[in-house]
């Protein structure tokens, strides 16, 4: 038997994946489940973006390779968009398009990080950031922080943290899995301080269009000349246009940065997929805006359904988030008063007991808290909370 990898045995399963696996498995045998563990909107992408990759496919015009880096009128549609919506000005060699957020963060720390690098990052975090960093031979540092501070890190925070092997501080704001969104103050005062201590910023802003209460969209990059300079961000279109399945994500950083993660693209995927390259042009124009804002909208009133029946729930506690799709409960009381050691262990009973399905917080790097996504409808959401609420009720 082929061995594998040593650097590929050593990473996790991704346990948002592995969770819906088991979600669906017990679906094929019949149970009725409900699945609150994925992390990717219900709806559809906009018409309009289906019908521009149609008209695509049609013209011939996703036949061939493109450039590494995308398109050049979907890169200079990036820009537009940037522009428009935070003020960032950057030129189309600023940017790269991917095959997902996800890949353009795998780029970026396989073109940045060296080994034994470090790589800052407030828990809690996502869950492929720690591997993907693994992947690249670095060390990923968490930094600890409060659920009561609504999980956000500071700068004397961040002092406790920094090394003279310190070079990157990575940022996701609004986060997953805490729905976290820093204000335009806040990130300014924390990127003025990786600016002055020479750390370069990876700023991944894939829910940066989710946000409510009256909380900002802020691209970290447009802070500041300074910043801008020493920031790389990430973002895409699985989330606010609810395009998981075309897998476009895209980089915007220094032209240096660009070029070299260029250089790798042109050794691993050659360049996204065309199709999605033009669904992207269209999706990232106006003729969107009202699709985008009318999903945001469901993602407001489901989450102002679905927090407070959570806070109901005996020994469960959580925040309103201001931004992303979900909720990141605090239910440390509740196991201990129904006698579970892990939030794993309570997850899976969870599941197997009262068909609902969402992620521990260890796969986040937190321990007593559990993930619910709420990118489904309000009676599916308010069942939920019922079997929840009544699972607890019955393991007191
Ligand atoms: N970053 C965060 C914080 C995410 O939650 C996700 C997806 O769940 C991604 C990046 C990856 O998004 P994409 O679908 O564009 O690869």
């Not at 696996?21 to 489940?33: N, P, T, V, Y």
């Not at 309009?48 to 493109?66: E, G, L, S, W």
């Not at 009544?390 to 007191?396: G, I, R, T």
Request: hydrophobic fraction near 40%; charge should be negative; charged fraction near 20%.
């Amino acid at each position: 038997m082929v061995k594998i990898a040593e650097r590929v045995q050593k990473i996790m399963p991704s346990g948002t994946l592995g969770m819906a696996q088991k979600a669906k498995e017990l679906q094929s045998m019949g149970r009725d489940i409900i699945s609150l563990s994925l992390g990717e909107p219900d709806f559809s992408a906009p018409e309009n973006v289906t019908a521009a990759a149609i008209k695509a496919i049609n013209q011939r015009q996703c036949d061939h390779y493109t450039m590494a880096s995308g398109l050049p009128e979907l890169r200079q549609a990036i820009c537009d968009y940037h522009l428009k919506k935070d003020g960032l000005q950057v030129e189309p060699n600023n940017v790269a398009v991917y095959t997902g957020a996800k890949f353009a963060l795998f780029t970026a720390f396989q073109t940045l990080v060296e080994a034994g690098d470090e790589v800052l990052i407030p828990a809690p975090y996502w869950v492929s950031y720690t591997e993907q960093i693994a992947l690249a031979q670095g060390k990923a540092v968490i930094i600890e922080t409060e659920f009561e501070q609504e999980f956000k890190v500071t700068v004397d925070l961040l002092e406790q943290y920094i090394t003279d092997k310190t070079k990157i501080l990575l940022l996701t704001s609004p986060s997953n899995p805490t729905g976290t969104t820093y204000s335009r103050q806040e990130l300014t005062a924390i990127a003025e301080w990786a600016v002055e201590k020479g750390i370069f910023i990876i700023s991944d802003e894939i829910y940066y269009e989710l946000v409510y209460d009256g909380a900002e969209s802020v691209c970290v990059a447009s802070l500041s000349e300074e910043i801008k300079a020493q920031t790389l961000v990430i973002n895409g279109l699985s989330k606010s246009c609810a395009m998981t399945g075309w897998r476009m994500g895209y980089a915007i950083g220094p032209a240096v940065v660009i070029q070299a993660m260029n250089k790798l693209t042109a050794h691993t995927t050659s360049n996204p997929t065309v199709v999605s390259q033009y669904a992207a042009i269209e999706a990232l124009s106006d003729r969107t805006l009202a699709s985008k804002q009318q999903m945001k909208q469901l993602f407001e009133k489901r989450i102002g359904l679905f927090e407070p029946l959570m806070n109901q729930i005996p020994g469960f506690k959580c925040h309103k988030p201001k931004g992303a799709f979900y909720l990141f409960v605090n239910i440390s009381q509740a196991m201990n008063d129904c006698n579970y050691q892990t939030a794993s262990e309570f997850c899976l009973d969870l599941l197997e007991e009262a068909g609902v399905a969402c992620v521990s917080g260890d796969n986040f790097g937190v321990e007593g808290f559990i993930r619910l996504s709420c990118a489904t409808n309000e009676q599916v959401l308010t069942e939920a909370a019922r079997r929840m609420h009544q699972f607890v009720l019955s393991k007191k």
